[in-house]
């Protein structure tokens, strides 16, 4: 069993930047690729960015493309996710996803779909004020 867990959310201004955490835990040995959805209110949960297990390959919705970066952390299998001129739209729960038995994240299109995920956090919330 792996356990994933979010940290880094908040309230912040419109224009305002956010760094997000993720930590997979409780399996010995390998490293995983991950991703960060998110869902507001109201609308199905959504890709945002993901990353390979040896940190290659990113990729990222377009709507945060070009205003946010996903990075591997120095720990194993932690991720961080900055987010910056953030808009009232980017108000949603962020959700940190490992892919531990999935497929590799070759190009876009899986690694945007929710299934090539194994486990899940419990989500961090992420409000923008205008």
């Known amino acids: 069993q792996v356990q994933v867990a979010e940290s880094g959310g908040g309230l912040v201004q419109a224009g305002g930047s956010l760094r997000l955490s993720c930590a997979a835990s409780?399996?010995?040995?390998?490293?995983?690729?991950m991703g960060w959805f998110r869902q507001a209110p109201g609308k199905e949960r959504e890709f945002v960015a993901a990353?390979?297990?040896?940190?290659?390959?990113?990729f990222y919705e377009n709507s945060v493309k070009g205003r946010s970066t996903i990075s591997r952390g120095n720990a194993e299998n932690t991720v961080h996710l900055q987010l910056n001129s953030l808009k009232p739209e980017d108000t949603a729960v962020y959700y940190c996803?490992?892919?531990?038995?999935?497929?590799?994240?070759?190009?876009?299109?899986?690694?945007?779909?929710?299934?090539?995920?194994?486990?899940w956090g419990q989500g961090t919330q992420v409000t923008v004020s205008s």
């Open positions: 409780g399996r010995t040995g390998g490293r995983y690729s």
């Open positions: 996803t490992a892919a531990v038995y999935g497929p590799a994240l070759t190009e876009y299109n899986v690694a945007s779909q929710a299934r090539t995920y194994d486990y």
């Open positions: 990353i390979t297990w040896s940190g290659d390959k990113t």
